[in-house]
């Protein structure tokens, strides 16, 4: 298979995990794993959370409705019903819990701040092969741009240095704004293929690198080649991705 186009999420796999920080709220609150991120998925389309990636509502209304949706206690029997589905044994306790919108967010946002060096290196040293078209396809938001302090604590915007790296940043919020496609954030697979039709490239054509399984599996139908990035374990992913361009993307230092 000759690949065309490489395409990186931002979150989870050039900066530190949101999934890190919602691990973290559900063991300062006694909640069990993966119940926050059952009770996300579960809003759907018109959830707070997937309208904040689509440009939809501005951050404050978020930060109310986020909390609400996920301090409903029909939350408790979606988890329930998620691990009989998944085989996993059920806690023999959920804890009542008021969700604080805005601090949980805080809390996801602030694992983005770091940028993960080895993914940073894979880029460069893609883009510098002169072999393949590289992008960023990322659900994001929109940061207050009169509020510095909180967009300080929600971890600011990505870094310049990355940002520049990609020949194309595809962004969910921004898509979304301009109304290009209706529910343009991943794992609809429009917003894949919008990123294919900006690159001029075929699906086939391509490599998806995210952290998330839904997205990468919307991606894989679609027919790209697909590399999920574990937290803690972006030097696997990096591995697997040299096996498919065929080329060295550690620095010198890194294999010291």
Same mark, same amino acid.
């Given at each position: 298979?000759?690949? &065309?186009?490489?395409?990186?999420?931002?979150?989870?796999?050039?900066? *530190?995990?949101?999934?890190?920080?919602?691990?973290?709220?559900?063991?300062?609150?006694?909640?069990?794993?993966?119940?926050?991120?059952?009770?996300?998925?579960?809003? *759907?389309?018109? *959830?707070?959370?997937?309208?904040?990636?689509?440009?939809?509502? &501005?951050?404050?209304?978020?930060?109310?409705?986020?909390?609400?949706?996920? $301090?409903?206690? $029909? $939350?408790?029997?979606?988890?329930?019903?998620?691990?009989?589905?998944?085989?996993?044994?059920?806690?023999?306790?959920?804890?009542?819990?008021?969700?604080?919108?805005?601090?949980?967010?805080?809390?996801?946002? &602030?694992?983005?701040?770091?940028?993960?060096?080895?993914?940073?290196?894979?880029?460069?040293?893609?883009?510098?092969?002169?072999?393949?078209?590289?992008?960023?396809?990322?659900?994001?938001?929109?940061?207050?741009?009169?509020?510095?302090?909180?967009?300080?604590?929600?971890?600011?915007?990505?870094?310049?240095?990355?940002?520049?790296?990609?020949?194309?940043?595809?962004?969910?919020?921004?898509?979304?704004?301009? #109304?290009?496609?209706?529910?343009?954030?991943?794992?609809?697979?429009?917003?894949?293929?919008?990123?294919?039709?900006?690159?001029?490239?075929?699906?086939?054509?391509?490599?998806?690198?995210?952290?998330?399984?839904?997205?990468?599996?919307?991606?894989?139908?679609?027919?790209?080649?697909?590399? #999920?990035?574990?937290?803690?374990?972006?030097?696997?992913?990096? #591995?697997?991705?040299?096996?498919?361009?065929?080329?060295?993307?550690?620095?010198?230092?890194?294999?010291?």
């Amino acid at each position: 298979m000759t690949f &065309k186009a490489v395409i990186f999420d931002i979150g989870g796999v050039c900066v *530190g995990s949101p999934m890190a920080g919602i691990r973290l709220y559900e063991e300062r609150y006694g909640l069990p794993t993966n119940y926050i991120n059952v009770a996300i998925t579960q809003q *759907g389309e018109q *959830g707070a959370f997937q309208k904040l990636e689509r440009g939809e509502i &501005k951050l404050h209304d978020f930060y109310i409705a986020f909390g609400d949706q996920l $301090s409903n206690p $029909s $939350s408790k029997q979606h988890y329930l019903n998620y691990l009989e589905k998944t085989g996993k044994p059920a806690p023999s306790f959920i804890p009542d819990v008021v969700i604080n919108g805005k601090d949980l967010f805080t809390t996801m946002m &602030k694992e983005t701040q770091r940028l993960d060096q080895k993914v940073f290196t894979a880029i460069r040293k893609l883009r510098e092969s002169g072999q393949f078209r590289v992008a960023a396809l990322t659900n994001n938001f929109e940061l207050p741009e009169d509020d510095l302090k909180e967009t300080e604590e929600l971890g600011g915007k990505v870094p310049e240095t990355l940002k520049k790296m990609f020949e194309l940043f595809i962004e969910s919020r921004l898509v979304g704004l301009r #109304q290009v496609l209706y529910y343009e954030r991943k794992p609809d697979p429009k917003f894949y293929l919008h990123a294919c039709k900006l690159l001029n490239v075929n699906p086939t054509e391509c490599i998806f690198l995210d952290d998330i399984g839904m997205n990468l599996s919307s991606a894989k139908k679609l027919g790209m080649a697909t590399i #999920q990035v574990k937290i803690g374990k972006s030097e696997e992913a990096i #591995q697997q991705l040299e096996a498919l361009v065929g080329l060295d993307l550690h620095s010198k230092e890194q294999k010291l």
